[in-house]
């Protein structure tokens, strides 16, 4: 199992329910080991096995959820 | 079209910004929301389940209130 952690942007979050849906989604895809969404920041902390998914795929969740997120470093 | 009628457990802006935003990338949608009462209409062709599944996707509860 190789882990590494990614920082996404995302915008569009205004309440704390907003962030509990996006942890409680992304957390429970597959290879999503641990993450943290912040309210203040805009944005997600997220650690993962990269042989399961990839901030692209991760991104891309996020941004099925209808909230834009964007890959930063 | 039908006319849909959707409750969907949208508590802010950001929670009403998400399902807008899903519902953008759908064709053949018409849609309207009602924040505070909660309410989704969406006038469209495609099936109910589709559309329910399409609103589950921004992690909220969505119940479907029939036809108007």
Not at chain 1, 34 to 39: D, E, T
Not at chain 2, 33 to 47: A, G, H, Q, R
Request: charged share 25%.
């Amino acid at each position: 199992v190789n882990l590494c952690s990614v920082s996404l942007g995302v915008q569009g979050m205004t309440c704390g329910s907003c962030v509990q849906s996006i942890e409680q989604r992304i957390g429970s895809l597959p290879g999503v080991i641990h993450i943290k969404v912040s309210l203040e920041q805009k944005n997600a902390t997220i650690i993962f096995d990269h042989s399961q998914q990839s901030p692209e795929s991760l991104s891309d969740a996020i941004e099925d959820m209808g909230f834009e997120s964007s890959l930063s470093e | 079209m039908t006319k849909h009628e959707f409750e969907v457990a949208m508590t802010c802006e950001g929670c009403s910004g998400a399902v807008t935003r899903i519902l953008n990338k759908v064709e053949g949608v018409k849609f309207e929301i009602d924040l505070p009462k909660k309410l989704v209409w969406i006038e469209s062709d495609k099936d109910v389940n589709f559309l329910k599944e399409t609103l589950e996707k921004c992690g909220k509860e969505v119940k479907y209130n029939g036809t108007k």
